[in-house]
């Protein structure tokens, strides 16, 4: 059975489009298209923080990357409440007023209206809240020295959201959800992630949820913002079905691999071993050869050497002879 669930998130389509704008990671038709919307001191306070807020694929993580993509997987949250909530979090460091005051953002409650602290320790027990605030004080500390960057990058977020949802948003959803419905055809009458199960040797127990967007040309792609993996709109179906299938591939791994070291801290270390390992599987089931990595040839070709000697090697085993044969720069 396919599990292979693609999606349209209007918020995570907010985040991109201002970085796609701002030229932070992305410098693509779509951000010449929209750019005039904005202020142009707004996109510089954006600019200004590039390094922070971006991806690079085996090189890079901005410290702040994940905590402004976050904003935008809160279930039916509009992110611009989010980032009200972290803009009011580090401008002010008032944890006991941040814990009433956005308590239905941060656990998700829709059904109990929070107005005052009062009401706040009505709902919930003394350990909760205390966890709670314990939890709140430990973010707020985590990202203590980046105080002035959240407050300012926040500012903007806030303040160009609906110019999103007015003047972008309905043009832009048609594109995404006529893309996104393909895909979604497309994988339903093909059995690949059972056949990819198969040959890495483990399963999903989740759908894998590809969440498209239209402003990454150019740019960082295939996002893990578990559980959804952001993609671009800019690639034909056939190079999207592999692309998004390689990503399904290292999701696999992830489980496959998880007693050696190919995900540990050092998260680059393994790189172009765990990419070129799943370029491997990939092609085993497809009859595809350089779909995306060419230039890990070397490795795939290693790979392939083992697993024709040994079609029952596991992944951790070829990962690991890998490693041992081919130094880590």
């Given at each position: 059975m396919n599990k292979i669930k693609p999606k349209v998130c209007r918020e995570m389509n907010y985040v991109f489009h201002i970085l796609s704008v701002s030229k932070c990671g992305y410098d693509n038709e779509y951000g010449k298209k929209y750019m005039h919307l904005h202020l142009p001191e707004d996109l510089k306070i954006l600019k200004d923080n590039e390094f922070l807020l971006t991806i690079k694929g085996g090189e890079h993580i901005g410290a702040l990357y994940g905590l402004i993509l976050w904003a935008a997987t809160k279930p039916d949250t509009e992110a611009k409440d989010v980032y009200m909530f972290l803009n009011q979090l580090f401008d002010t460091g008032d944890i006991d007023f941040i814990s009433w005051k956005y308590y239905n953002i941060l656990t998700g409650d829709k059904d109990n209206l929070v107005e005052n602290d009062d009401d706040l320790k009505a709902l919930i027990s003394e350990s909760d809240l205390s966890d709670l605030k314990d939890g709140l004080r430990a973010s707020y500390h985590n990202q203590l020295q980046y105080k002035s960057q959240i407050v300012a990058i926040t500012d903007v977020m806030i303040r160009n959201y609906d110019i999103f949802i007015n003047k972008v948003w309905d043009e832009s959803k048609e594109t995404l959800l006529i893309y996104a419905n393909t895909i979604q055809d497309i994988f339903e009458t093909d059995d690949i992630t059972h056949?990819?199960?198969?040959?890495?040797?483990?399963?999903?127990?989740?759908?894998?949820?590809?969440?498209f967007v239209n402003s990454i040309d150019d740019g960082a792609e295939a996002l893990d913002m578990h559980p959804e993996v952001i993609f671009g709109i800019g690639r034909d179906f056939n190079k999207a079905k592999l692309f998004i299938a390689h990503e399904y591939v290292i999701l696999l791994l992830k489980n496959a691999l998880k007693n050696t070291p190919a995900f540990s801290s050092e998260i680059f270390t393994y790189y172009d071993n765990i990419e070129a390992l799943a370029e491997f599987y990939l092609e085993q089931v497809t009859d595809e050869k350089g779909i995306l990595w060419k230039s890990l040839n070397h490795l795939k070709d290693f790979y392939e050497k083992r697993y024709n000697e040994n079609s029952n090697i596991t992944a951790s085993e070829l990962f690991i002879k890998a490693v041992e044969n081919y130094s880590i720069e």
């Open positions: 056949k990819l199960e198969n040959i890495v040797g483990v399963s999903l127990e989740s759908d894998f949820i590809p969440s």
